[in-house]
């Protein structure tokens, strides 16, 4: 148990579905971030949220959409993806600010299957 | 903008033989550094991380990294592996501490055999 709960853990989606992953971190951070992992790649950083704001997006294409409705929840919505998106989506969060950073905690990850 | 290198995409080893896997990355401003390992299908799990202070980290599992700022490099080494270590382990440096942007390397992967 990480403290970071991803659902759901696998997921296949045709393209013209929509479908959302769920993060919820028992933690009390105030940062929550969204990751992409792809075969022979590096984790790319996708969306960061502080405080509920987003504080960067990192030149995600439009069919991925980050909602941050409190601290402790993160929701990616997808909706007409390509098979190239599929991938392993981990969230994270941490807690940042002038008296304490910690390391990011992650998710087990939801296995994204686009067919 | 930082950068993070880990030199080896493979490494097999047999139990009980010592492992160093290597990572060097590049900042123009000072960094946090860490190692994660994640096992298959599983998400990433801090292993030890560097801060500040003693250049020399003990994380958990036995595994130890030395921080080398002359060098820009962070190895993670253990003295004797263990079936058991067999994961992927990836380097991950975030420049200034209160960045929210971890940057991580292509990740090792350690094959401990019998």
């Known amino acids: 148990e990480t403290g970071v709960t991803q659902t759901p853990r696998h997921l296949v989606m045709g393209m013209t579905n929509k479908k959302s992953l769920k993060c919820e971190q028992h933690l009390g951070h105030n940062a929550m971030y969204w990751y992409k992992q792809s075969a022979k790649k590096p984790l790319e950083l996708m969306f960061v949220y502080n405080f509920k704001e987003q504080t960067e997006n990192n030149s995600v294409p439009s069919r991925f959409s980050p909602e941050c409705p409190n601290s402790s929840h993160l929701f990616l919505h997808l909706h007409t993806l390509q098979p190239e998106d599929s991938a392993l989506y981990l969230c994270?969060?941490?807690?940042?600010?002038?008296?304490?950073?910690?390391?990011?905690?992650f998710g087990q990850g939801t296995r994204l299957t686009v067919v | 903008a930082q950068s993070v290198t880990q030199l080896d995409s493979q490494v097999p080893v047999f139990e009980e033989a010592p492992v160093e896997l290597r990572c060097n990355y590049s900042s123009s401003v000072s960094v946090y550094l860490f190692w994660y390992v994640q096992y298959p299908n599983q998400g990433l799990q801090l292993l030890l991380k560097y801060l500040s202070g003693s250049t020399l980290v003990k994380g958990i599992n036995g595994f130890e990294a030395e921080f080398n700022k002359s060098q820009t490099s962070f190895h993670l080494r253990k003295p004797s592996v263990h079936i058991s270590d067999t994961a992927e382990y990836f380097c991950a440096v975030e420049e200034g501490g209160s960045n929210y942007k971890l940057t991580f390397g292509k990740g090792t992967l350690l094959t401990v055999n019998p």
């Open positions: 994270a969060s941490s807690q940042k600010g002038r008296r304490t950073n910690t390391e990011a905690f």
